[in-house]
């Protein structure tokens, strides 16, 4: 509880920061000029470097003990970070402040501060990070101010290893994938945030994200890495040849900001392997063709936007390409105050969707200003955002837009995800009672843990040595983390679970989870969908079930961000959640369009929930339950995929042939 007031404290919004550089002039949607340096304005005004993205991202809870690489992500390039410049990592007394060194990857616009050898974080801590002084290498102009953030840490460590999550081209099985152009780069997203000096380009040697052609040809091409989004980005140096059949490989040498190496597709979990994927390209190249913006968010004209909006655009790109994520930057996607200051807004991340690659979120660091209009505006032209293709698309112009927030604040918005807390890299947790695998295809992606006893844990096994929970031929389940619970160890083989220690990681994990359940009870009643959100289309916002309780049951549930990928969904329910049917023998589905994520979803259920008793389907969101959640039936093989947690507070959680994915903060 503590812990999450202290998150609490941070997530206050403050008032816009004044800042002296001004912007260049902003013209109607989609005017404005073309071929404009990124870092100039008009009238060839120099505009100062900014942060664009940092990990942990800002106000963070749960952050794992061991996470010993700090990043900050800039919007061009920069000087090495010596001398006036400078990149802390703090914390207060009696908390010591760690040490490390400062370094750039080899693009120059990710700054890392790594602890030094043996060092972790100290646990349920406060730090604060602070960027200081750092210059453009193009103009030599620094930072404005210090940007600052702020992360708390949970208790554990992390030791799951980070997955490949999307690939485009797709990965296939069996692949090659087929049909894809000549003219495209090739991206991979992970589940967790990554080392960028661990993604590397086939030279110089180590290589961990390579492409070959036939016969192992090695491709030329640059490796970028994009902090916000979790993405790597393969460019070949040239078009790649026609009906071909190429292989990617990000090799286990990719690490997360914990080190631990890479699970991928080559060998099963627990163990790290590489991640291969093939694809064969068409007969020819995607034509060229102007990138546009479709829709905005606020949109143009809007009025009574809340205080507290982030500003999205939907862009417009040629089938089956993907906006680059090195080109959306604090500095080509800017918002401004009116004119005549033009005093821009400090932006906390620019963002690509990593599920699309079509639409960037501009989250302000601090609150707009009530009663204000603001203007949005992304570069064109040479040096503004791009797609992937080889030659990339641009912008012909600048794309202009103009939004007025309410003369008064708006209500509470629903919680992010990061009220959880140390709970939040757990994807099962069976409160008092423990947890149940059944069949041989249970896979977590992150920690599970109760307050109960390690013999109430059965059918698991983690990347412990030796530690195993009473798993039998036929019930096999792996946790690619760490299991918590109390005393006994599971077994002798395994003398660091099941003690003290875990009991402490695990007490403070439900208390953090009853914290974010009773937050989201206490917020106000939402909007009336009936009891069954089969079929619906549902925009972001609170959902209250009319008699206590929601069913999925005859269709799936569409969750439609509406180009807002920091839009959040609060289903609250007095008893029971039940997804799948009618019959148990009928999964359903929910799906998310339009930038919305799994990690903004959260289902508070007040007895139960049952999900998808027949097998089958994909449920998405954090479920927090007071009486446990069942997935499948035993017997059934179809897998059920939970993208998101279910966290129990009293009774235990059952899976049968159940794949979770814990999303990243």
């Given at each position: 509880?503590?812990?999450f007031?202290?998150?609490a ?94 370094s ?6 990710i ?8 060092e ?110 979790r ?22 040498a ?58 999205n ?13 090195a ?177 402490a ?10 914290a ?6 206490a ?39 509406q ?81 998101g ?21």
């Amino acid at each position: 509880m503590n812990n999450f007031r202290k998150y609490a404290r941070y997530l206050t919004w403050s008032l816009v920061l004044t800042l002296g550089t001004l912007l260049a002039g902003c013209g109607g949607g989609g005017g404005g000029s073309q071929g404009r340096s990124p870092i100039l304005g008009a009238g060839s005004v120099a505009l100062a470097p900014t942060v664009t993205a940092v990990a942990p991202v800002n106000d963070a809870t749960g952050v794992t003990i061991n996470n010993t690489v700090i990043n900050a992500a800039f919007s061009e390039p920069m000087a090495p970070i010596t001398g006036a410049a400078s990149f802390t990592v703090t914390c207060a007394a009696p908390c010591t402040n760690p040490t490390g060194s400062v370094s750039l990857d080899s693009t120059n616009r990710i700054a890392t501060f790594r602890l030094a050898a043996g060092e972790t974080l100290s646990p349920l801590t406060l730090y604060t990070a602070t960027v200081t002084g750092a210059k453009s290498i193009a103009t030599g102009l620094a930072l404005v101010s210090p940007y600052v953030w702020h992360f708390t840490t949970g208790m554990v460590p992390d030791t799951t290893r980070p997955a490949v999550v999307l690939t485009v081209p797709a990965t296939t099985n069996p692949g090659p994938t087929t049909g894809v152009p000549t003219n495209t780069a090739i991206t991979a997203a992970f589940s967790e945030d990554m080392a960028p000096a661990t993604i590397t380009p086939p030279a110089p040697a180590p290589a961990t994200f390579t492409l070959t052609g036939p016969g192992s040809t090695v491709v030329a091409g640059n490796v970028a890495y994009a902090v916000g989004s979790r993405t790597a980005t393969f460019t070949p140096s040239a078009v790649l040849a026609a009906n071909t059949t190429y292989t990617a490989t990000i090799t286990t040498a990719a690490t997360d900001l914990a080190g631990n190496a890479l699970a991928g597709n080559q060998a099963p979990l627990p163990a790290a392997s590489d991640y291969v994927w093939t694809f064969t390209t068409a007969a020819a190249a995607v034509p060229p063709a102007n990138i546009t913006v479709s829709s905005t968010n606020p949109s143009s004209g809007a009025v009574n936007v809340p205080t507290n909006a982030s500003v999205n655009a939907t862009f417009n790109v040629p089938s089956g390409l993907r906006m680059d994520p090195a080109t959306v930057t604090s500095t080509t996607f800017t918002v401004t105050g009116p004119a005549p200051a033009l005093t821009p807004v400090t932006a906390a991340s620019v963002v690509l969707d990593t599920a699309t690659g079509h639409i960037v979120t501009f989250t302000p660091q601090s609150a707009l200003a009530a009663g204000v209009t603001y203007t949005a505006t992304i570069k064109g032209g040479a040096t503004g955002v791009k797609d992937l293709a080889i030659p990339a698309n641009t912008m012909v112009n600048d794309y202009s837009w103009n939004f007025t927030v309410a003369s008064a604040p708006p209500p509470p918005p629903p919680p992010p995800t990061n009220i959880l807390g140390s709970a939040s890299t757990f994807g099962v947790f069976g409160g008092s009672a423990g947890m149940t695998s059944s069949g041989l295809f249970t896979v977590v992606n992150g920690d599970i843990g109760t307050t109960a006893v390690s013999t109430a844990v059965t059918g698991f096994h983690d990347a412990g040595p030796g530690c195993t929970y009473t798993e039998t031929p036929l019930n096999v389940g792996t946790v690619n983390g760490l299991i918590y619970t109390a005393p006994p160890p599971p077994t002798v083989a395994c003398p660091t679970e099941g003690t003290a220690a875990t009991f402490a990681i695990a007490t403070q994990a439900r208390a953090d989870a009853l914290a974010a359940y009773n937050a989201l009870v206490a917020l106000p009643a939402g909007a009336n969908p009936g009891g069954n959100l089969a079929g619906l289309t549902l925009a972001p916002g609170t959902y209250t079930a009319p008699a206590g309780s929601f069913m999925i049951q005859g269709g799936d549930l569409t969750l439609d961000a509406q180009g807002n990928a920091n839009a959040v969904w609060v289903f609250q329910m007095a008893t029971t959640l039940t997804v799948g049917g009618p019959g148990a023998a009928a999964p359903q589905s929910i799906i998310l369009a339009n930038g919305a994520q799994a990690k903004n979803v959260y289902w508070q259920v007040g007895s139960a929930a049952t999900i998808n008793a027949g097998g089958g389907g994909t449920m998405v969101g954090t479920i927090i339950a007071q009486a446990g959640a069942a997935f499948s039936t035993a017997g059934n093989v179809a897998l059920v995929r939970l993208n998101g947690r279910a966290l129990s507070l009293g009774a235990s959680v059952t899976l049968v042939n159940t794949v979770i994915n814990v999303p990243a903060p």
